[in-house]
């Protein structure tokens, strides 16, 4: 019976638990959208005149998992969703995550996330547009040099009332390939907040930084003097021309640059009454030609074909050469100013709007929105989250965004290795028509058999192309260096020669074949490589 009640106790216990972990979890995630369900009547497309995109609810290509589409190509879109309690960024961690596919890619255009302040900082769900007032902006954001994932904190001067947004600097660039990627930001209590993209860290900052963020939140403590002048005799100048120093007699400043080289000859062969080009022989006037309407009609030039042998062809003009002579516009040699009082700058004075700040003044979060102009089309967005505990957006990294991301992943890596082998089969096609040239290169008729086999055997074993090109090289090389280097010709000994009689009269068997091998070299077809 005692038995019986402690395993009671222990189901207890085991089930509390469970609640507990289920009630903590509820607790850290404060927004979530799988986008499974249809987002009409959840989020509210804007009304504005300016933004006509077309929002569709629609499955990421080659999954059954849905998402928000941007559908059309340069286009606005804007679309909010109000939360149903805003979230207090000054007390805790809280964590900023959301997945988007390129699947168009992004030339131009954004895919970013804007957390906005409460209704009361002046802006309307219906009516929400670039101007509506925003804590955090969050996400990739690409056109021209642009090229990163932004960050954007929109943060009160307590001094001046003024929002400034202030810029994360040096922020990770964006993913280039069409794959699910998901961006992480977490906002943390010790100041820092660290930009996670697929899960790695890619940037840490403190919000309390001026080497992290531009402008810095906390102002210099002193500023130029707006009212500070630079004096009229304030001389900024580190050098100045020598008033002592003078053009030396010898300098000609009318010389020319170049000259005529007096010493070039005009090259033998030069062609002095050919022009360089000459009227297509070829052409004919174009039959419906309308010499009224179209002028008169002249045959389109042609190079002179007998300009290609010679060295020139035209009226020869001696090259030009640098003048010696020549020295150019002469100046003074520069000096040590001695009135130098160095490069001028306004006093400091202290600055009305510094304040020190502690932990920066955050506005609560009170909707997501999504307002971007792109050029693409097939954006899409899937799984928004915003939680109090970084643990539970590792979790939805996990179970949402990974498995999608690894299927993705295998069948680009299929696809580039299809792409890979493709253009290395029309590689080797053109290498292989070059080489079947090369094996009918007279002077290579000797080796013509053996070249061949060499190609007719990479081609049924691709891999071996590069070794076919250089064993093809090497044949090529101990030819041509035999031709240059092939040694001193021996000397001439007069030695009367054996001829054997044949019933015939004819010359010897050996000449015979000789013969009979040199017409077969030189008569060898060409064999036909299978087609690929």
């Known amino acids: 019976m005692m038995i019986m009640r402690r395993y009671a106790l222990l189901l207890l216990l085991a089930f509390a638990s469970l609640q507990l972990l289920c009630f903590a979890a509820d607790v850290d995630e404060v927004f979530y959208d799988s986008f499974e369900e249809s987002f009409d009547g959840r989020w509210i497309v804007s009304d504005k005149d300016d933004y006509k995109g077309v929002w569709k609810h629609s499955k990421s290509e080659g999954h059954d998992d849905y998402g928000l589409l941007v559908s059309e190509m340069a286009k606005k879109y804007a679309i909010v969703k109000e939360l149903d309690e805003a979230v207090n960024l000054k007390e805790g961690t809280t964590v900023l995550q959301f997945e988007t596919r390129l699947q168009s890619g992004l ?8 957390y906005l302040r409460p209704q009361d900082a002046g802006w309307k769900p219906n009516e929400f547009d670039n101007e509506s007032p925003y804590s955090i902006m969050f996400g990739p954001d690409k056109c021209g040099a642009t ?3 932004h960050f954007i904190l929109r943060h009160k001067n307590p001094k001046s009332g003024e929002y400034i947004e202030h810029h994360l ?4 660039s964006v993913p280039s390939d069409k794959l699910t990627h998901v961006f992480t930001a977490i906002l943390k209590p010790d100041n820092e907040v660290s930009i996670l993209v697929d899960g790695e860290e890619k940037k840490k900052a403190s919000f309390l930084s001026a080497e992290d963020f531009e402008p810095p939140l906390i102002p210099s403590k002193t500023i130029p003097d707006p009212d500070d002048k630079k004096p009229e005799d304030w ?7 020598d008033p002592d120093a003078v053009k030396p007699e010898d300098w000609d400043e009318d010389a020319h640059m170049e000259i005529e080289d007096e010493e070039a000859v005009k090259p033998e062969g030069w062609l002095d009454e050919e022009p360089e080009e000459i009227d297509d022989p070829e052409a004919t006037k174009p039959e419906d030609w309308d010499d009224e309407e179209d002028g008169e009609w002249e045959a389109p030039k042609i190079e002179n074909p007998k300009c290609e042998t010679a060295p020139g062809c035209g009226e020869w003009k001696r090259p030009m050469k640098r003048n010696p002579a020549y020295k150019g516009k002469w100046s003074p040699p520069l000096i040590d100013n001695p009135s130098y009082k160095g490069i001028w700058k306004p006093q400091e004075i202290p600055n009305p709007n510094y304040f020190e700040l502690e932990k920066p003044d955050f506005d609560p979060i009170a909707a997501i929105g999504i307002e971007i102009w792109t050029m693409q089309d097939g954006i899409l967005f899937d799984n928004i989250l915003i939680a109090k505990n970084d643990k539970v ?3 939805y990294r996990e179970t949402t965004w990974k498995p999608k991301f690894e299927v993705e992943k295998e069948k680009q890596k299929a696809e580039d290795e299809a792409a890979d082998s493709a253009r290395l089969a029309d590689f080797q096609r053109k290498v292989f028509d070059v080489l079947y040239k090369v094996a009918d ?26 070794g076919v090109l250089v064993s093809i090289v090497v044949i090529i090389l101990t030819i041509f260096f035999k031709l240059i280097f092939g040694g001193k010709k021996q000397p001439i000994v007069e030695k009367k020669p ?3 009689e044949t019933s015939n009269g004819e010359g010897s068997s050996g000449e015979k074949a000789e013969e009979a091998e040199k017409e077969e070299a030189a008569a060898a077809p060409r064999r036909r490589r299978r087609d690929n």
């Open 147 to 149: 090229n990163k994932v």
């Open 498 to 500: 054996e001829v054997a």
């Open 169 to 172: 600097k040096y922020p990770p």
């Open 393 to 395: 957006a590792e979790s």
């Open 235 to 241: 001389d900024e100048r580190a050098k100045i021309p």
């Open 107 to 114: 030339e131009c255009g954004g895919a970013y996330l804007k």
């Open 441 to 466: 290169i007279p002077f290579l008729s000797k080796y013509k058999h053996q070249i061949l086999d060499l190609i007719e055997h990479a081609e049924t074993q691709p891999n071996l192309t590069i």
